[in-house]
């Protein structure tokens, strides 16, 4: 039995009890079906086989969600923080016991390789221990006094929220949504993406076994148009945490206007990587790959633009066209798979939609720009030479394993390029010359930057978008900002004069 014969078996073995009753729902602590009775099927990405039925939840279900977190918002607001913070960690400790249940299920879920996966438990059991130490200064506030009066700050949970997540790394960023939502005392409901809803379900009973109240963390599965815009529209629900496309994120803008919902949104990027020719660039190829064609590239972080200064471009591009040839296509559970399939049919149409596109606007496919093949949605990785930065390619986020190059001559003009999209997620600057880097970072419409780096991600640092890329920043205390409300009390310290009215 190969490596990847085993693994499979094992994989299937995890889900095995999924068969049957499927993936549920669990509202105020009980497991449940949508109450309409109502599902859909869930396929694997790899060959398009069956994998379990899912709970298409709909208003009703969500308003079953939305009271029990009510229900529990006090209960879990006023726990002594110490406990909170205990109950945190004990989640943490169950993803990291459950670490290869959780990975096998997101690769055959996703399509996800598992060289990457092995570690996504790790990085969300990290997200909770990271948040979990922070809930005890939750709370905390600043003391600004003035003449006459003693003012303070102090911050409250805003209550239920409702968190909607994607189907790229769902694992992995629905515990980046739901740890620092807890750990400010806030219940929560989730509606995982229709695409991928395994994960979400095993993380949800690895919080309840963990300890964590009843009703403290609802789970409603199904479509966005009805799960998801219900949570968006529900009274009950205070703030609304979305990843996902900036389309959708403004459709939950107007959807939460009527009850004024806080938003928090982590959008769509098209992001560059601008190399300058005194660039280190061994490394910078090893990063440009690295970033587009990790997680199939089916990543908000992308690097999805390679701008590179036209006296390097010709021998950067022969290089990085035969590292793209070379990247192993595969079964997400082959340990030697690089890029495996993309998440649903859909998905795989719109990102082979794009060859043609290339092709018409008059860029050159220098390597990929085909589908293998057969069963489940591979695509080759692809590079595209040639482009120009108005062509669509250049301009719309594809979310695949699909690379376009630009060329520039100076600095004004890379600028111009970089920022010349809708989006504003990230970029990536490689130069030696540091004055060039801080300069040019300065300028640069992103909200999150890397010089001479791949994304490393940080968790006390702001992670977010400008543009059409989001509002708001998660990691380090800005996440308590969105989940919390801050409240300023002034005590008098003596009696100064109050103006007198009428008197
Ligand atoms: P999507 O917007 O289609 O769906 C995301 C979630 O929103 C799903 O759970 C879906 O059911 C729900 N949804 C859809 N319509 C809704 C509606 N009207 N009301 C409420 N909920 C609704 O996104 P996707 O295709 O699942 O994910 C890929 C996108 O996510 C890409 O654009 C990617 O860049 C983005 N993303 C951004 C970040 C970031 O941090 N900026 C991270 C990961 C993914």
Redesign the pocket.
Known sequence: MTQLDNNITKAKAYLARFEGSGVMNQIGGKAQPALSGASFDNHSPVDETFLCKVARSGAKDIDAAAKAAQAAFAEWRDMPLANRKKILHKIADAIEARAEEIAFAECLDTGQPLRFMSKAALRGAENFRFFADRAPSARDGQSLPSLTLMNVTTRTPIGPVGI??????PFM?STWKIAPALAAGCTVVH?????SPITARILMEIAEDAGLPPGVWNLVNG???D???A??EHKLIKAIA????????S??MK?GADTLKRVHF????KNPVIVFDDADLDRALDAAIFMIYSLNG????SSSRLLLHKSIAAEFIEKLASRVNNIRVGHPLDPETEIGPLIHKE?YDKVCSYFDIAKQDGATIAAGGKAPQGKGFFVSPTLFTEASPDMRIAQE?I?GPVLTTLTFETEEEALEIANGVDYG?TAYVWTQDITRAMRFTDKLEAGMIWVNSENVRHLPTP???VKA??IGRDGGDWSFEFYMEQKHIGFATGAHAIPRLGA
Request: hydrophobic share 35%; net charge negative; glycine share 18%.
């Open positions: 909607i997540t994607p189907w790229n790394t960023l509606k995982p993406a229709e695409f479509f966005g148009e799960a998801g815009r949570l968006t979305f990843v996902g496309e900036s389309r959708t994120g459709m939950i959807q982590e959008l769509g990027g089916e990543r908000c972080t998905h986020e979310f997620l992670f977010g978008g890329s989001g």
